[in-house]
């Protein structure tokens, strides 16, 4: 039978206060929507579910849940980070993270964007439903209340949200303990844009008790639409968390959203398209938006290296792990959220001048007393589509063996 560990589904509800939803859509602020009765009314509710964390583990019985990766005997950790895009092709995602050769029969995955009863995934409870067809243990941490269907192409989907939550998680063969999330501030208020949500960014935190030594994991997801800055000031209070910590190993695993851009505001985002003009176009393609810490994202890599953590030999350098394609009708229209349209001629220019296609590098390692299982590469997974075709995800996975430096079968 299975087991949620700590907060159940049924805590982990809306269901008591979406009549509300459409008064709070009103709101053009979350300075605003906090200063009116319905928020006074609901606040209670509404912060239990963000502060919480639903745990679960499947029963012993099926399929042995716990069952050691064979590598395992030789100290290695295997790690996967993939942002799932809400795990709308939930059935190609379960079928590739348990036969392909470079996603399969990992001991940890880091995921980002996992909705819980939203219509554009269809309303499944994505880490719970993954968890069952993987026979997994997972944590999953929610992060925003969805007031409605999603941005983009999302808000012409069938049907309606039910529990309309979005999160990210931690998924492990092994035990997990002392799991917690730490919030991080938003980048942009959430209630004053076209898709509004109640919430902010968390990491999600636990330490693993791997049978090559037990080590500490954080999944994070830093935010989009804010400055290089803000996603700076994001990763070091995860990792001034960290230090208050008692000491471990630690994998760090996730989408970072190294965009190289500020994206705070259209404005902004625009005056940086002009400034990638001047650096050269095809300049700015082929040695920033796949190395966001040569420059642009540089006081955050900066700041890992700083604090005693590695990245360089974690991931697979000059790999996107995004692309953006002119004639992709879906991400125009999701960009459209946010670029006014007459910023679009200029920015199919530029892209036309590198043959449509860019990639970005957003998804990455870090690990501090950790290090690159010898004769191993660090693997971008790209490619991943369902059976008619159709990608998995906007993002590629990112793939890892490494091992814990007090491990004393390590010399």
């Known amino acids: 039978m299975e087991r949620f560990l700590e907060t159940n589904a049924g805590v982990n509800s809306t269901a008591h206060f979406r009549k509300y939803f459409p008064e709070l859509l009103k709101f053009e602020s979350t300075a605003e929507m906090q200063e009116s009765e319905i928020y006074a ?30 590598r395992s005997d030789d100290g290695r950790v295997t790690a996967l980070a993939w942002n799932i895009e809400r795990g709308n092709r939930f059935s190609g995602i379960v079928h590739a993270l348990k036969n392909h050769p470079q996603l399969k029969d990992r001991d940890i995955l880091f995921l980002t964007e996992l909705d819980d009863g939203m219509a554009r995934s269809g309303n499944r409870f994505v880490a719970k439903d993954l968890g069952e067809a993987l026979q997994m243990r997972f944590a999953f941490a929610p992060i925003y ?12 989907v ?65 935010d989009a639409l804010c400055s290089r800055s803000h996603r700076h000031r994001q990763m070091k209070i995860i990792l001034d968390h960290l230090d208050t910590l008692p000491q471990l190993p630690v994998i760090l695993g996730g989408d ?20 990638r003009v001047l650096m050269g176009v095809r300049n700015v393609v082929r040695n920033h938006y796949p190395h966001p810490d040569r420059y642009f994202e540089k006081r955050l890599f900066d700041e890992l290296e700083l604090r005693g953590y590695e990245y360089k030999s974690l991931n697979e350098s000059g790999a996107g792990t995004i692309h953006y394609d002119v004639a992709s009708v879906e991400k125009n229209t999701n960009l459209r959220d946010w670029v006014p349209e007459w910023c679009f001629p200029f920015i199919f220019w ?34 991943l589509r369902d059976a008619t075709s159709v990608p998995l995800s906007d993002h590629d996975a990112i793939a890892l063996d490494f091992t814990l430096r007090n491990d004393p079968r390590i010399t």
């Open 41 to 70: 009314t609901i606040r209670p509710a509404v912060d239990e579910i963000l502060n919480s964390i639903v745990m679960w583990e499947p029963s012993a019985p099926r399929g042995n849940p716990v069952r050691q990766n064979s």
């Open 145 to 156: 209340i969805a007031l409605q269907k999603g941005s983009g192409v999302e808000e012409f």
């Open 158 to 222: 069938e049907g309606e949200n039910t529990n309309a939550i979005h999160g990210l998680a931690m998924f492990s063969r092994y035990p997990m303990r002392n799991v917690h999330a730490i919030p991080l501030p938003n980048g942009k208020d959430k209630m004053s844009g076209k898709e509004k949500r109640l919430g902010h960014l968390r990491a999600l935190i636990a330490d693993i008790e791997h049978p090559s030594g037990t080590f500490r994991a954080v999944t994070i997801h830093l």
């Open 256 to 275: 970072w959203n190294t965009t190289t851009f500020n994206s705070q505001n259209a404005t902004r985002a625009i005056l940086g398209y002009w400034r």
């Open 350 to 383: 530029a892209a036309n001048r590198v043959g449509g296609h860019v990639s970005c590098r957003l998804d990455w390692f870090a690990g501090r007393d950790i290090a690159l299982k010898e004769g191993t590469q660090p693997e971008t997974v790209g490619n």
